[in-house]
């Protein structure tokens, strides 16, 4: 029988933390990025979920979905998630409340598995003990030599087959731009590219037509994931051999039954940190299964790991630079790739990460 263990704590804490150069997509540029990491008690134990968002949700997640949370059964975390939203359901619950969610659940989940002295991956039931992940970065602010670095990087250090750039900015730099990522990976990767959303659909059709020519396999975003009749368009009248993508601004199980239902894209993004946490990214893998259509994991990619593992249409990890530079550089236990694959460690409870309180205090917020 399980021991009745309850969630006693709930701690939230905001870390902002300089990006290592000026960053740039289609549609903005930024200079830091924000983890909101939530530590959550019971049994004698700590579980650990995080989300990238704004520093304003900490009260909430310290205040309202604490509240909501508390005293409740640790193993049960949909009960919690349930919660969660009913708790929310005057704020809103997309955007800044879904993150709040998705870091809170991630770590009911997490404590679960710390008590049960399982990994998280095993206790979720896995379909696979390693996942493939693509390099992911390539921003529209960087030079023509430090795009070709990066992604050759990937490639030759990593064991990425796949790697991804951003586009948008400028589309008159942009078939220039791919051209360029293609040399740096010649025949060894594929290339993705990325345009959150800043494209029409006349344009994004146009210039689908110019990076199939360097062979791009997925594009993602070409128009606002919220144009779901556009991107369903453009889907329709893509080259062979290009998947359209989006759903990473999935901020509850409906929107990417939707997204799904208007046959939008060719692979579902989702993103724990955004979506809901586990239990709700576990749901977006369901409905992907029903439709027969393939998921990606959107960044984060050591809290993607374990769930991912437990996904069975999962195809890959977004491997984010920025992402992955602050998960090594504040937690132990971050994977490492290895021929472009992560796996859990078989032999750490949890989600295996250890959040270096003393290393992140001079990034709190």
Known sequence: ?????????????????????????????????????????????????????????????????????????????????????????????EGLAATAISAVDSAIHDLKARVLELPLWKLLGSYRCSIPIYGSGGFTSYSERELKDQLHGWVADDGCSLVKMKVGSDPAQDVQRVKAAKQAIGDRATLFVDANGAYRVRQAIELANCFAEQEVGWFEEPVSSDDLSGLRTIRGRAPTGMEIAAGEYAYTVDYVRHMLESEAVDVQQADVTRCGGITAFLKIAALCEAFHVDLSGHCAP????????????????????????????????????????????????????????????????
């Not at 903005?28 to 995080?50: A, N, P, Q």
């Not at 993607?304 to 593992?309: D, E, P, R, S, T």
């Not at 994977?335 to 990034?363: K, M």
């Open 1 to 93: 029988m399980k021991p009745d263990v309850s969630i006693e704590a709930v701690r939230a804490q905001a870390f902002t933390i300089p990006t290592d150069k000026p960053e740039a997509d289609g549609t903005i540029s930024w200079d830091s990025t924000t983890l909101v990491l939530v530590e959550i008690r019971g049994g004698g134990k700590v579980g650990l979920g995080y989300t990238y968002a704004s520093g304003a949700i900490v009260k909430l997640i310290s205040g309202k979905l604490a509240e909501a949370v508390h005293g409740g059964d640790v193993f049960d975390p949909p009960a919690a998630w349930t919660a969660m939203q009913r708790a929310v359901r005057n704020l809103g619950r």
């Open 302 to 365: 050591a809290l993607h790991l374990h769930v991912a593992c437990a996904s069975e249409r999962l195809r890959h990890l977004e491997w984010f630079h920025d992402h992955v530079r602050i998960e090594h550089m504040l937690f132990d236990g971050a994977p490492v790739p290895r021929n472009g694959e992560i796996r859990p460690d078989p032999s750490c409870p949890g989600n295996g990460l250890a959040f270096r309180h003393q290393d992140a205090a001079r990034y709190a917020t």
